[in-house]
């Protein structure tokens, strides 16, 4: 098709095609190209070739692997109306969303870039003739698996985290979405980087992974994903004594204090939860509601939701698009009958739109009880869940009640209620009066089941090196 890339992996500092499987548009389910799949030679290479490519990245200066990273993404920037719309062919988001995520993924490995010139290590005092010294080296080649929600920013933070430590990395990037890895390793490639240090692959998950992983060449393992594939990996990459990133899924709660305006709120919430359709490890979800505003937060939701125009992501005006696959359908309509078979009120959607492409509208259920299956998973689509509280200790109590713990939200003008929130929610990331998760220069992970380690900031970048201590007796 016009204007989508041709899919191909990079392995030492070369493109290679392969045959493999189709590529889906979710808007119209037309067929976008191939998407290769990777031999057992292939990965033998790649991991040859990530070998050699980290003795020559850790040994390249600090500034001028900033240098080839920032070119990089100076490329980026004038590719993303290009590259945004690749990603809205392939996902489904709105043009301008997939804008945003590429220049996001920007200021991400821009950020890392310039922080790599700081990972600093320590002099400890000892005594006379002693000297105690603490270095941060990079950790050593780096297997990566990215998901198909955000396919570039996602490949971004971690590509990023790994070149800015000094270590090389090979990206097993989504096969429904690759476009976004693609274009983001052809930036590196067009900004010099050397060959081998960054290698990107496609095929079967579940053999690249467990193929990946035992490699002795291999020495982090990171991985965004879900509870049930994380949990796997993390097994796996503690067989073979490999420390791991595990960013994984999450039921994100949003505690709506009786302090706030709740039409304003609701409309806030709207926008929050319809990004991406949904599809948001950290989007917000289970919305716990003081009752005394509890009906007007609910109603002006359910309006504000009825009013988003779902569509092609192609078109300008339309705010919500589709689906990324037929999965994410059956599982919206699963959820919903499971709700309404429990009790719970149908405020807005509901219902598939059409039989062409996989769009389903926000969906507002309330008065949802504990026992409803979206109440316990993650829905990852447009459902939102609203459900009424007497206190915020009983909503806190209920965020806290499942075993993910990755993002949490809440709305509240009290220092006294943010201080209680920040306290005892039982999240890695928790953010007060809007929906923003992290930005580039914050640690981005989650806690419980949603995993474990850090992508982004100073911890972020921590992560991909080990802590090497040097203790010289004077001669």
């Given at each position: 098709m016009a204007n989508y890339p041709n899919i191909e992996m990079y392995i030492d500092g070369h493109w290679k095609s392969a045959s493999g499987q189709p590529i889906i548009n979710p808007a119209d389910e037309s067929v976008l190209g191939t998407v290769p799949t990777a031999s057992m030679a292939d990965l033998d290479d790649a991991l040859a070739a990530a070998e050699k490519g980290f003795a020559v990245w850790r040994n390249t200066s600090p500034a001028k692997r900033a240098q080839i990273i920032l070119k990089a993404a100076a490329l980026i920037r004038e590719r993303v109306n290009e590259m945004a719309l690749a990603m809205t062919l392939e996902q489904g988001k709105p043009i301008e969303q997939?804008?945003?995520?590429?220049?996001?993924?920007?200021?991400?490995?821009?950020?890392?870039?310039?922080?790599?010139?700081?990972?600093?290590?320590?002099?400890?005092?000892?005594?006379?003739?002693?000297?105690?010294?603490?270095?941060?080296?990079?950790?050593?080649?780096?297997?990566?698996?990215?998901?198909?929600?955000?396919?570039?920013?996602?490949?971004?933070?971690?590509?990023?985290?790994?070149?800015?430590?000094?270590?090389?990395?090979?990206?097993?990037?989504?096969?429904?979405?690759?476009?976004?890895?693609?274009?983001?390793?052809?930036?590196?490639?067009?900004?010099?980087?050397?060959?081998?240090?960054?290698?990107?692959?496609?095929?079967?998950?579940?053999?690249?992974?467990?193929?990946?992983?035992?490699?002795?060449?291999?020495?982090?393992?990171?991985?965004?994903?879900?509870?049930?594939?994380?949990?796997?990996?993390?097994?796996?990459?503690?067989?073979?004594?490999?420390?791991?990133?595990?960013?994984?899924?999450?039921?994100?709660?949003?505690?709506?204090c009786d302090d706030v305006d709740p039409v304003a709120t609701a409309g806030t919430s709207v926008i929050g939860k319809s990004r991406n359709a949904g599809q948001v490890c950290v989007a917000p979800t289970r919305f716990f509601v003081q009752e005394s505003i509890y009906e007007q937060f609910a109603q002006s939701f359910a309006e504000r939701a009825t009013q988003l125009k779902v569509g092609n992501g192609l078109d300008p005006s339309i705010q919500m698009g589709p689906l990324a696959n037929a999965r994410r359908i059956d599982v919206m309509e699963t959820l919903v009958a499971d709700a309404k078979a429990k009790g719970a009120r149908v405020l807005a959607g509901g219902h598939r739109i059409g039989n062409r492409g996989y769009f389903f509208p926000l969906t507002v259920l309330a008065d949802l009880p504990d026992d409803a299956r979206a109440m316990n998973e993650e829905p990852f689509g447009p459902l939102a869940l609203v459900n009424p509280v007497k206190t915020l200790d009983e909503a806190i109590e209920k965020a806290n009640s499942l075993p993910y713990g990755l993002a949490g939200y809440a709305f509240t003008p009290s220092a006294a209620n943010a201080d209680h929130l920040a306290d005892d929610l039982e999240v890695g990331n928790l953010s007060i009066n809007h929906f923003v998760a992290a930005i580039a220069e914050t640690p981005f992970g989650g806690v419980k089941d949603s995993g474990y380690g850090r992508e982004g900031g100073t911890e972020g970048l921590q992560c991909y090196t080990i802590a090497k201590n040097v203790s010289h007796k004077m001669m």
């Amino acid at each position: 098709m016009a204007n989508y890339p041709n899919i191909e992996m990079y392995i030492d500092g070369h493109w290679k095609s392969a045959s493999g499987q189709p590529i889906i548009n979710p808007a119209d389910e037309s067929v976008l190209g191939t998407v290769p799949t990777a031999s057992m030679a292939d990965l033998d290479d790649a991991l040859a070739a990530a070998e050699k490519g980290f003795a020559v990245w850790r040994n390249t200066s600090p500034a001028k692997r900033a240098q080839i990273i920032l070119k990089a993404a100076a490329l980026i920037r004038e590719r993303v109306n290009e590259m945004a719309l690749a990603m809205t062919l392939e996902q489904g988001k709105p043009i301008e969303q997939a804008r945003l995520e590429i220049l996001r993924g920007c200021d991400i490995i821009e950020w890392d870039a310039t922080e790599g010139l700081r990972l600093y290590g320590r002099v400890i005092p000892g005594e006379p003739g002693m000297r105690h010294t603490v270095l941060r080296q990079p950790i050593g080649p780096v297997a990566a698996f990215s998901p198909w929600n955000f396919p570039m920013s996602s490949p971004a933070r971690k590509v990023a985290g790994a070149l800015s430590s000094g270590c090389s990395i090979v990206l097993k990037a989504s096969e429904e979405t690759p476009a976004g890895a693609v274009q983001l390793v052809r930036a590196f490639h067009d900004a010099g980087l050397p060959a081998g240090v960054l290698n990107l692959v496609f095929g079967n998950p579940v053999e690249i992974s467990e193929y990946l992983i035992a490699q002795t060449r291999i020495r982090l393992v990171t991985f965004t994903g879900s509870v049930p594939v994380g949990k796997h990996l993390a097994e796996m990459a503690g067989r073979y004594m490999k420390p791991a990133i595990m960013e994984l899924g999450g039921h994100a709660p949003v505690i709506v204090c009786d302090d706030v305006d709740p039409v304003a709120t609701a409309g806030t919430s709207v926008i929050g939860k319809s990004r991406n359709a949904g599809q948001v490890c950290v989007a917000p979800t289970r919305f716990f509601v003081q009752e005394s505003i509890y009906e007007q937060f609910a109603q002006s939701f359910a309006e504000r939701a009825t009013q988003l125009k779902v569509g092609n992501g192609l078109d300008p005006s339309i705010q919500m698009g589709p689906l990324a696959n037929a999965r994410r359908i059956d599982v919206m309509e699963t959820l919903v009958a499971d709700a309404k078979a429990k009790g719970a009120r149908v405020l807005a959607g509901g219902h598939r739109i059409g039989n062409r492409g996989y769009f389903f509208p926000l969906t507002v259920l309330a008065d949802l009880p504990d026992d409803a299956r979206a109440m316990n998973e993650e829905p990852f689509g447009p459902l939102a869940l609203v459900n009424p509280v007497k206190t915020l200790d009983e909503a806190i109590e209920k965020a806290n009640s499942l075993p993910y713990g990755l993002a949490g939200y809440a709305f509240t003008p009290s220092a006294a209620n943010a201080d209680h929130l920040a306290d005892d929610l039982e999240v890695g990331n928790l953010s007060i009066n809007h929906f923003v998760a992290a930005i580039a220069e914050t640690p981005f992970g989650g806690v419980k089941d949603s995993g474990y380690g850090r992508e982004g900031g100073t911890e972020g970048l921590q992560c991909y090196t080990i802590a090497k201590n040097v203790s010289h007796k004077m001669m």
